[in-house]
């Protein structure tokens, strides 16, 4: 073999190792089911409990995870368009978009893991602390309702937007009165400076807040809630949730779509198991499951000999 033969060997061999590495990362998997890294786009209504959830988890295993928070629909868009493989939603999925993932070959594994409420909030200057559903009901769909001089919202594709108007039997758009924020965060901010206003949120913005954002939550008041079937108001306390007596209770899933065993699977069976459903118990929403107590017995009591 001369010299001008062994070079272009040398170039074909050395092309077809690049091609292959090319290859290789293209579709190499950045994480397994509790190391690497992994994007999980989360419904920002429930940001604080994912955030308090994620931070354990990556203390407890080699796990970096990078939280997207946005509104519902962008979520689930994401996840159309195959942006987004993991999500973490108010909702399960529908039957139609169950189909819609199937025909592109995924199954999404879902798992639901605890159970959030939509709450409403007014400025404390205002003293009342209790609201009527239908009262909210018949304001989106433009009745004059005393006492509500308007409802605030995060933005026009959240989960509470679409929570309600399926109560309301009406989409919920540029209706008079309605009024539009960025985000659960917004929506306190604005409230709490403003009286008159009935603010509509996720309930663990107000049981764990971002410590700059509790000068705000200081200046609200979370309102009790007489349902359409009922003749008390309820407000949104975790014993409420869990026999199931708030009318406004709902709850929270993690969609896996990655299709492999990733940070999917590890970080939804996490949420799941014993330290997850602490978490969850421990931040004022209600877990799928009662995590256990461990309950030690003693024969003897041990007095002390000073």
């Not at 993690?254 to 492999?260: A, T």
Request: hydrophobic content about 40%; overall charge positive; charged content about 25%.
């Amino acid at each position: 073999m001369n010299k001008l033969t062994k070079t272009i060997v040398g170039f074909l061999v050395l092309s077809l190792l690049f091609v292959l590495a090319c290859q290789n990362n293209k579709g190499e998997k950045t994480d397994t089911i509790l190391e690497g890294k992994a994007s999980i786009y989360v419904d920002e209504s429930i940001l604080p409990i994912v955030e308090d959830a994620e931070a354990v988890f990556e203390v407890q295993y080699r796990a970096k995870l990078h939280l997207v928070p946005q509104s519902e629909n962008e979520v689930l868009n994401s996840m159309f368009k195959d942006t987004a493989k993991i999500a973490i939603l108010t909702r399960t999925l529908t039957e139609d978009e169950l189909k819609a993932f199937q025909s592109k070959k995924i199954n999404p594994r879902i798992t639901p893991f605890a159970t959030d409420a939509v709450a409403f909030i007014r400025n404390k200057k205002t003293n009342d602390t209790l609201i009527v559903l239908q009262d909210v009901i018949d304001f989106i769909k433009g009745k004059s309702v005393p006492g509500i001089k308007g409802l605030v919202f995060d933005n026009a594709n959240s989960s509470t937007v679409r929570f309600l108007s399926e109560k309301a039997g009406v989409v919920i758009s540029n209706q008079k009165g309605i009024f539009s924020q960025k985000n659960n965060e917004d929506v306190i901010k604005y409230v709490a400076e403003n009286e008159g206003l009935v603010g509509v949120i996720g309930m663990n913005w107000i049981f764990q807040p971002p410590l700059e954002l509790q000068e705000q939550v200081d200046k609200v008041n979370v309102l009790g809630v007489k349902g359409n079937d009922s003749s008390e108001f309820i407000f949104p306390t975790q014993d409420n949730l869990a026999i199931g007596k708030y009318p406004l209770a709902r709850h929270l899933y993690i969609v896996n779509c990655q299709g492999y065993s990733g940070l999917g699977m590890g970080f939804a069976s996490f949420l799941g198991g014993e330290r997850g459903q602490r978490i969850i118990l421990k931040s004022g929403l209600v877990p799928e499951r009662i995590p256990t107590r461990k309950i030690v017995v003693r024969n003897k009591i041990i007095k002390d000999k000073n």
